[in-house]
């Protein structure tokens, strides 16, 4: 027999997720990126194959990107030098993810973060490139690269259920990453890649778990 006496709880869907997602300052923020870098592109014109070349390479490059960011960066430990505490604001936000990871502000990349990111990306696209199509190209593949980091990672912390053998195993991964042992699977928007490369893929049956996943390096400050 249904108990017909408790509330129906209505599937949490995509349409929810994305609602929520760009009530975030984040997601504006890059898509601004994106736009102002697709404009400028468009703009300056001069194709060449080597636009197509370094896209490719960025995109094959991201999930090693994406673990170096998240193990040199976001789990940073906070080192004392004299007086001084070397601890960003992106790892303490880090931290406080962990502690709560379904408190839906601390999922997004801080907002201050982008004072002096964006900066730093449009002098290394306009020095670091041949030609300033090339470096504008840079900017909108990262514009891209980071809009599906910032949705992929907000929805694996919803109550969205999978559809997709990729998004399932996406999913579990970073699943795995804050409930079982932080020091694996750091890879986010793909499914283990540079994990297996870099040896931080174990099997989770034989995987203890540890006592500081919810408090990285024993703080969450």
């Known amino acids: 027999m249904t108990d017909t006496t408790r509330p129906h709880r209505r599937p949490f869907t995509l349409r929810d997720a994305f609602t929520a997602f760009v009530r975030r300052p984040s ?19 001069d194709w060449q194959l080597t636009d ?6 960025m995109l094959a490059l991201f999930p090693l990107t994406e673990w170096l960011i998240h193990v040199c960066v976001l789990h940073w430990r906070p080192r004392r030098i004299g007086r001084f505490t070397l601890d960003s604001l992106l790892a303490r936000k880090h931290r406080e ?45 990262l514009g891209v690269l980071g809009s599906a980091y910032e949705w992929t990672h907000y929805l694996i912390h919803t109550d969205y259920q999978p559809r997709t053998r990729l998004y399932t195993a996406v999913r579990r991964n970073h699943r795995l990453h804050h409930f079982k042992n932080e020091h694996y699977w750091f890879t986010v928007t793909s499914s283990g ?29």
């Not at 197509?52 to 390479?57: D, E, K, N, R, S």
């Open 52 to 57: 197509v070349a370094l896209a490719t390479v």
């Open 97 to 141: 993810h962990h502690a709560d990871p379904r408190r839906v502000d601390l999922i997004f990349i801080p907002w201050q973060t982008f004072l002096w990111l964006f900066p730093i990306l449009v002098l290394v696209a306009v020095l670091a490139f041949p030609r300033l199509g090339l470096g504008l190209t840079f900017l909108t593949v």
């Open 27 to 45: 997601p504006w923020i890059i898509a601004a990126l994106f736009a102002g870098a697709v404009a400028a592109r468009i703009a300056v014109g």
């Open 193 to 221: 890649t540079a994990d297996r490369l870099l040896g931080t893929y174990p099997d989770p049956a034989t995987t203890p778990n540890s006592r500081t996943a919810t408090t990285l390096h024993g703080t969450t400050r």
